[in-house]
Every structure is written in C-alpha cells, then in structure tokens.
C-alpha cells in the first residue's frame, strides 16, 4: 500500500524480549502498509533488548521512540508510549508475535469514522512440539468467536486515542487480564468495536508445563483481581468438586461413566482445536490427541489455583480493584 494516511501510531511495552525481538522486527519491517512512528516502552531490560531496538531503530523507515521505564508494568508501559504517540490512531502489538504482512493494513482497513475499536485476531505458531500442544489445545479457533462479544488482546489492536482516553487507559494496578479490562472500560465507555479476523498476530505458548501452568495461573489471578468470570470459575471448581466425589466415593459403575461422558464432553471443543491442527504425521496426531486431557487438566488447575489467590488480593485491596 502507497501512502501513510490515516497515520499511525504503533506503541507497546517490552521487557527482556531478545530472544523474540528479531523475529517480530522482521514481521513488522514487512508490513504492507508500515506505521508512521513505533514508541516502544522498555520496562527495564536486563538482556539486550534496548540495544537491538535502538540498532533497529537507526536502520528502521519509520520513526523509532525507545522510552526506558525501569519497573513500568505492562499497563504502564503501554499508557506512556500512547501519551508519546504523535498520531491520534494507534495500533497496539507486542514483542512475542509475529504479525502477518497484511496485519497494520486489515486493522486500518477496517477502521471508520463510527469505529473507535478494531480487534484484530491471533493464531499460534511453534517452535517446540510442547509449543504446539498447548497452543493447539488451548487457544480458540476463528469459528468459536462472536465477533458481537469479542473481548480482543492487545497483541492485535487497533483504537483511537478517544477511545483510549475513555477506557482511562490501561489499568495500571493490574499485571494480568489488563486487556480485557481495558476493552471492558471501552465497552462501558460507549466505544464502538468491530471485528477483523484477517488482521492476525501470531504467538507461540510457554514451551515446559511448569511455564504453561504458570501462565495460565497469572491469567485467573488476574481474572480474580479484577472480578471477571465470577461464574466461570465457580463452574469450574464445581465441575471437577463433582468428579472427585463421583470418582472417590463408593459409588457404583454408573455414576462414573457419566462422569467420564461428561469429561468428554467438556473436553471436545479441545480434541477439535488439537485437530484443527493437527500435524500430518499420523503418530504426531496420536500424540497431540493424548495429551489433550493432560493440558486442559493441568490448565484447569492452575487457573483453580490462580483465581482465589487473585480475590484475595482484591479483599486485601478492595478500593484500588473496585475501581476497574
């Protein structure tokens, strides 16, 4: 695409991302339509991550801002590149994706004068085959989104600066689940939203289980802070409450293969996504398909695990969570 209008702004937050930062610099040098400036916010780096934005930034066609914030959260980080972005339309990404060529145009494409709100969608990619199973497993397919109630990530965003200003920016008391906050904000602000599935992100999981697990703890603990979900968990404590007691109890055969039906039931819509993408080879398939029940257990775990430590946090601060 020729030209720079509308002009964008491109700001996110980054922290001891030298590992996955040449990766996304390669996707975003490649963008059809390119942003006009990236401010990027560094939370305090350790690793060589300023160095290689700012080599990258020397070379770069675009204006590059390197903002460093040592201790900034993630919601801080992205509140100030945005007060530094020149431009009133600001895309919002972050380090550990790789962003489809078309990813900036279809965002901006999908932008009007009635939209405040473009989400984007995100797609996983691997290098590991752990990093395969549990994206597989664990992160929705396209045909699984209402596009009327999508809450997006802020790895594939795209808002007006009213829009942002509205939400009253990102939650800075939150280190989890802020996008889904900050979307909520938007929502309740009046902002208009609409859906574009062809503006992809693409990330990869955590490659061990303790990572995976601790990833999906962060996530509920976020939820919990903030108090989203309240009937989501509470179904899901309850479901697996259930199943103990079904399991252990001396109860006869019947019981239990209701149960177990029940447990297939709850986990199709993960046995679908696995095989979605699944692999060619037919004992990879095997393997992905076995270790389906594994993921969504230890997931459901760490995620029983993650939500009350986060409502405690939220009794402990009811003010500051009140306030989201």
Request: with cysteine.
């Amino acid at each position: 695409m020729t030209g720079r209008i509308p002009q964008v702004s491109l700001a996110m937050t980054v922290f001891n991302e030298e590992r996955s930062l040449p990766v996304f610099l390669e996707s975003l040098a490649a963008q059809l339509l390119v942003p006009d400036e990236v401010v990027v916010v560094d939370g305090g780096s350790t690793d060589r991550t300023v160095a290689i934005l700012t080599a990258w930034g020397n070379s770069a066609e675009v204006k590059v801002t390197v903002i460093e914030a040592p201790g900034a959260n993630i919601s801080e980080g992205r509140n100030r590149a945005i007060r530094h972005a020149q431009h009133d339309l600001i895309a919002v990404t972050d380090a550990g994706t790789w962003l489809d060529p078309r990813w900036l145009k279809e965002l901006v494409a999908a932008k009007s004068n009635e939209v405040d709100v473009v989400s984007g969608f995100f797609e996983p990619m691997w290098f590991s085959w752990n990093e395969r199973l549990f994206a597989s497993v664990l992160m929705p397919l396209l045909d699984e989104v209402d596009p009327e109630s999508f809450l997006p990530s802020s790895r594939s965003l795209l808002i007006t600066r009213r829009a942002w200003a509205a939400a009253g920016g990102y939650p800075t008391w939150l280190d989890y689940c802020e996008d889904l906050v900050f979307d909520l904000a938007m929502k309740r602000a009046g902002m208009s939203f609409t859906f574009q599935p062809e503006a992809i992100a693409r990330w990869s999981s955590r490659d061990t289980w303790r990572g995976c697990a601790k990833q999906y703890y962060r996530y509920a603990r976020g939820d919990g802070k903030s108090g989203l979900w309240p009937r989501r968990h509470a179904m899901r404590f309850a479901a697996y409450a259930l199943g103990a007691v079904g399991f252990l109890a001396p109860f006869g055969a019947v019981p239990r293969i209701v149960l177990a039906v029940g447990f297939a039931f709850y986990t199709a819509k993960f046995f679908r996504r696995a095989w979605v993408r699944r692999p060619e080879r037919w004992f990879q398939v095997l393997r992905l398909l076995a270790g389906v029940p594994l993921v969504v257990v230890v997931g459901d775990a760490a995620k029983m695990v993650g939500y009350p430590a986060g409502l405690v946090w939220r009794l402990r601060r009811p003010r500051r969570a009140n306030a989201a």
